[in-house]
């Protein structure tokens, strides 16, 4: 896994126009804080197949952090994220990579109140990631986690 030293090392080599991010490290946008730290929440849904080696991609099993976006970033323009300074450790449980059309209602079992259907989804990852799912081959990937005392 790759540090935040590393990090800092690889977004200094490569520029912005290779944006890195912690591979040890999940990120969640601020509205979804009290979700996370009461637990509310397991399962997420991030475009593209996120199943390592894949770009930002996870291996069941491991533990990461769940980190809370301050500020966002743009991928585009190589601009990182600010976190705050809420670490929640987390376990991998589950990796499933779809097609969006595949997608079904217990598949949103987990996730937060606003992303409940196959709409609802793809409405959520147009507007966090400002690209439409198409942009990603139609292809979504459901982590499932758990949170570790």
């Not at 126009?17 to 009290?34: G, H, I, N, T």
């Not at 475009?47 to 980190?67: K, W």
């Not at 979504?140 to 758990?146: A, C, D, E, Y």
Request: net charge positive; aromatic share 10%; charged share 25%.
């Amino acid at each position: 896994m790759q540090s935040s030293l590393e990090y800092v090392r690889s977004y200094a080599a490569h520029g912005p126009s290779c944006l890195l991010l912690p591979r040890d490290e999940m990120a969640f946008r601020k509205q979804y804080e009290a979700l996370l730290l009461q637990r509310k929440i397991a399962t997420v849904f991030r475009p593209g197949n996120r199943v390592h080696p894949n770009r930002r991609g996870y291996m069941v099993g491991e533990t990461v952090t769940a980190r809370v976006i301050e500020r966002c970033g743009c991928d585009r323009l190589g601009v990182p994220p600010l976190f705050n300074d809420v670490r929640v450790p987390i376990r991998i449980t589950q990796l499933t990579v779809f097609f969006i059309d595949c997608v079904k209602e217990a598949d949103f079992r987990g996730t937060s109140p606003d992303v409940f259907d196959r709409r609802s989804l793809i409405d959520h990852l147009l507007w966090i990631y400002g690209e439409p799912i198409d942009s990603f081959n139609r292809t979504v990937t459901r982590i499932g986690f758990r949170y570790i005392d």
